[in-house]
């Protein structure tokens, strides 16, 4: 049984992922070109300059075959009359200098076009990051990390080596190849029009070519992105894959991605080696008809020797670009592919963006009320939250409680719009959040997840993370300090660096209960006026988290909290509480009431208490039910049982 993705773009062009347009569907070379010209402009001037260096040294090296020609039919011939070498070194002197500019202009160019290029690629790398940190949740929920990651790491580097290396070496061979076939066919007519004639097959083999390659290249790019993915995944939850002795799983679903990459990348290699040899072969085999024609001509009087001279010497030159052809293409082709996929991602729009004429926020109390929401994700056909009426007047701790997969978590993610309501409005102090801007919901409301993720960074970079940067330093540690202490990560006074110790990549280097407690800690720091909290104590012991709840209590007596209970002992923070099945809140009360009156209620806070004795973690003191209710509560746990609606 594999345990690992099977990314069908491994076998097939490209998928077509959300906002993937198949390879087919790519625009035109020119098109794509075109959406290069935003970052391209600033670098023009200079890639410019580099690509006439570039002519500059493609023309010194034609006029090469002219001084030779000149060399043989003038001072070469005469001199072996009268022995004056004089002219013969003005020749040499003057093919000298002529290799020498061609020589010093490709290190112009070099230089010119180095600096720009990284200067495109930078610009567009940090372009796709600020996007993709603009989309929403939703577009994330789609895109497979590894996909994004070879989209901004090498496909941008493909795009840079054919800015600086393969545009210029188009451009060139191109002008090289045009003026060389003109003055081969100007100087010597039917000669230079045999050669000429060369250049239809190298049509037709190189348009045959394009458009097979441009797909292997398509599927190549999609399958390196898809494999990144798979590493991505697999280090990420190594410690699964040895916890259950998955890692041949892994290794053997990795071996058949890599594999497929290999045969992809293989076909890329045969069809690259085909043409380069069909492009090696037609002019060798043209200047074969041609000696033959010159030789003639030459017996007949109707060439001189310099000119078949300067002939051979010319098409040598124009050989070169034609034999790099394939090549030049390939990266021209890789490169147009790396422009389709990265823009793939840059054009896909957000719609989860600030209004127009945003409503400018009044003095915040923090008011949440949801009014008849309804919410669907786009790729499911039924929605997860109907009608959902809450209100959580400002100041007040509601606790949401369900069974697993009723709503929560989609519902809290309403309320800072991390996700955009399918139908209703969600409103923080009487205004819908899709009417103020972005950063000013954001700001009032903060989150805390279950599943807590840290950066790469130092413990107060993290828990600062929500703190307005421009607030003063000695405001910023009373904050860092007085989070840690309510969430109680007085652990990370005592790291090797203290606050200033840089935590491993993602956290990992600490206990998933310390993680929880400093993203609790973030939070918390953030001083929002709604904080919403998606079961952030579960990874905790009793004790801490006794702790904790006790300083929250203290702590959030300002602040409009939501949250999520998945243990009965995090209900305890709450005032009241709203119990959500289904997708509908369904009763909302206090803990007491609701376990008095509502049977949904007490069955899921019979499990999870139930869940809560399993893991040995805190649960709720037992109110007084009253006579007859605990066997009411008993015998509706029985009910849902039987209809299977388990915990
Ligand atoms: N990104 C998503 N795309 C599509 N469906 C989703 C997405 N996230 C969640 N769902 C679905 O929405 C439903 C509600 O999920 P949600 O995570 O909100 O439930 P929950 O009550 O928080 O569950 P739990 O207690 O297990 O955390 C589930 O059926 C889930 O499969």
């Known amino acids: 049984m594999s345990v690992m993705p099977t990314n069908t773009g491994a076998t097939a062009p490209a998928p077509a992922r959300p906002g993937t347009p198949a390879a087919g569907a790519t625009p035109s070379a020119l098109a ?36 030779l020609q000149r060399l043989v039919d003038g001072p070469l011939a005469a001199s072996t009359r009268t022995h004056d070498t004089t002219a013969l070194w003005a020749a040499i002197a003057a093919v000298l200098a002529l290799g020498l500019a061609e020589a010093g202009l490709i290190l112009v160019r070099r230089n010119l076009v180095m600096l720009p290029g990284t200067r495109v690629e930078a610009d567009m790398r940090m372009a796709l990051f600020r996007h993709l940190q603009d989309l929403p949740i939703a577009f994330h929920d789609r895109w497979a ?29 191109c002008a090289t190849v045009v003026v060389g076939v003109t003055l081969l066919v100007t100087t010597t007519g039917w000669l230079g029009l045999v050669y000429l004639a060369g250049a239809i097959p190298v049509t037709v083999i190189t348009y045959r070519f394009s458009r097979r390659y441009r797909v ?24 699964v894959l040895k916890a259950f002795g998955r890692g041949r799983d892994a290794l053997a679903s990795f071996t058949g991605q890599a594999e497929r990459l290999r045969t992809t990348e293989l ?40 000119a078949l001279t300067a002939f051979f010497a ?38 989860l963006t600030d209004p127009d004429h945003p409503t400018e926020p009044g003095q915040p109390r923090g008011h949440v009320r949801l009014r008849d929401v309804t919410f669907r994700y786009d790729d499911a056909t039924t929605p997860v939250l109907h009608h959902v009426d809450l209100d959580l007047p400002a100041g007040t701790t509601t606790a949401l409680v369900g069974l697993t997969g009723s ?18 409005t969600v409103e923080i102090d009487g205004t819908d959040v899709r009417h103020l801007r972005r950063a000013d919901v954001r700001r009032t409301v903060a989150v805390a997840f ?40 007085h ?58 709840t006790t300083r929250l209590r203290q702590t959030l007596t300002h602040t409009t909290t939501l949250v999520i209970a998945h243990r009965p002992s995090t209900v305890a923070l709450a005032d009241r509480v709203a119990v959500l099945q289904d997708g509908r809140i369904t009763a909302v009360g206090t803990h007491s009431q609701l376990l008095a009156a509502d049977p949904h209620y007490r069955y899921v806070i019979s499990s999870l208490e139930d869940d809560a004795a399993r893991h040995g973690v805190g649960t709720l003191p037992e109110p007084d039910l009253g006579p007859g209710l605990a066997g009411e509560a008993e015998t509706d746990l029985h009910d849902d049982e039987a209809t299977g609606a388990r915990l």
């Open 314 to 351: 010319t098409a040598a030159v124009i050989n070169g670009p034609v034999v790099d052809l394939g090549m030049t293409l390939s990266m021209t082709l890789n490169a147009r592919t790396a422009v389709d996929r990265y823009f793939d991602v840059l054009t896909t729009t957000n719609p």
């Open 32 to 67: 794509a070109l075109r959406r290069l010209k935003p970052f391209v402009r600033p670098a023009l001037p200079r890639l410019v300059a580099g690509m006439l260096s570039a002519l500059g040294a493609s023309l010194a090296a034609l006029a090469i075959p002219r001084v």
């Open 450 to 489: 279950e599943d807590p993720t840290l950066f790469s960074a130092t413990v107060r970079e993290n828990v600062l993370l929500g703190v307005d940067d421009t607030l003063p330093d000695t405001t910023k540690n009373e904050r860092l300090t007085e989070a840690l202490d309510v969430a109680q990560a």
């Open 145 to 173: 990390g590894g996909q994004l990651l070879s989209r901004s790491m090498s496909d941008l580097g493909l795009l840079r080596r054919w800015l600086v290396f393969g545009l210029l070496q188009l451009v060139v061979s």
């Open 407 to 424: 709503g929560k978590s989609t519902l809290a993610m309403l309320i800072p719009r991390l996700y955009d309501v399918t139908g209703g």
């Open 267 to 306: 076909a890329k290699a045969r069809a690259q080696a085909s043409v380069n040899v069909a492009l090696t072969l037609i002019p060798e085999l043209t200047l074969a008809a041609c000696l033959v024609l010159g030789t003639l001509q030459a017996h007949h009087g109707t060439i001189t020797i310099g």
């Open 491 to 548: 652990f990370a006074t005592r790291l090797p660096h203290g606050v200033e110790t840089r935590i491993g990549e993602e956290g990992l280097s600490l206990s998933g209960g310390q993680r929880q407690r400093l993203a609790l800690a973030r939070a918390i720091a953030a001083h929002p006026h709604v904080l919403v909290l998606d079961d952030p104590l579960s990874a905790l012991d009793v004790t801490t988290e006794e702790a904790v």
């Open 216 to 239: 292997i290249a398509r599927r190549s790019q999609d399958q390196s992105g898809d494999l990144a993915t798979t590493v991505e995944e697999s280090v990420h939850g190594i410690r």
